[in-house]
């Protein structure tokens, strides 16, 4: 299937700073980039949507000036957490649907675990 | 809103012990219904699409079914290695996100 690289894996950083999270995909080009959160033992929750070339589209509640979201290639969607504090504290997931696919499956990033001290 | 409950929580096997888990769904036009497996600090890993009740699907161990309320998905004599979570989500209507339940986390013991 589809390949979605994500680094980081893990991340720890001081209350305050930034930190930002790359997904490429590898052997498929991603128009479309989905960005999910996902606290302990909890489900996936969708944050926000990138697509090539326009502005992400954020979830109710996400603060889109905190979660910083740039698609600027085929190939290439980061999602930048600014001033994280610990709240932010979480497992960060980026997906991508695959065209060859049909659209409908999605092909899922390592994950980003994030811990803000 | 779009809506999806799996249960159980948890569920621990002895190895061999086959078992069921449910994914209930409330939604308004499904488009597919999709099982993921997600080992511990890793990203979901696909599974299963299913697109219409009646509409069955296997690989190894593994069997999802569909009806228009439920999927359920069978595991047949399972081993540790089958050990992880379960995740079941939905895509609906023109959207191409997709809506998880909160998934099941499975132990298989020796």
């Known amino acids: 299937g589809a390949v979605v690289s994500q680094h980081p894996s893990r991340v720890i950083c001081k209350s305050g700073t930034s930190v930002k999270i790359e997904c490429r995909s590898l052997?498929?080009?991603?128009?479309?980039m989905f960005w999910y959160r996902q606290f302990p033992k909890q489900s996936l929750m969708l944050m926000a949507t990138?697509?090539?070339?326009?502005?992400?589209?954020?979830e109710q509640g996400v603060e889109k000036d905190k979660f910083l979201i740039n698609h600027a290639s085929l190939t290439l969607s980061t999602l930048t957490v600014t001033s994280a504090h610990p709240e932010d504290s979480s497992f960060y997931i980026c997906?991508?649907?695959?065209?060859?696919?049909?659209?409908?499956?999605?092909?899922f990033g390592s994950g980003t675990q994030l811990s803000v001290l | 809103e779009d809506q999806v409950t799996q249960s159980p929580e948890a569920l621990r096997l002895q190895e061999g012990e086959s078992s069921s888990l449910n994914c209930s769904y409330t939604v308004s036009g499904l488009r597919g219904l999709f099982w993921y497996r997600q080992d511990p600090g890793k990203g979901p890993e696909f599974l299963f699409t299913l697109y219409s009740a009646g509409e069955e699907k296997e690989k190894e161990r593994l069997k999802a079914t569909l009806t228009k309320k439920e999927s359920f998905l069978h595991i047949t004599a399972p081993k540790p290695e089958d050990s992880a979570t379960y995740l079941c989500a939905v895509q609906a209507g023109s959207a191409r996100q997709l809506t998880f339940g909160s998934g099941t986390q499975l132990t298989v013991l020796p």
């Open positions: 990138s697509n090539e070339g326009s502005k992400a589209t954020y």
């Open positions: 997906s991508a649907p695959d065209r060859r696919t049909g659209n409908e499956k999605l092909f």
């Open positions: 052997d498929f080009q991603a128009t479309t």
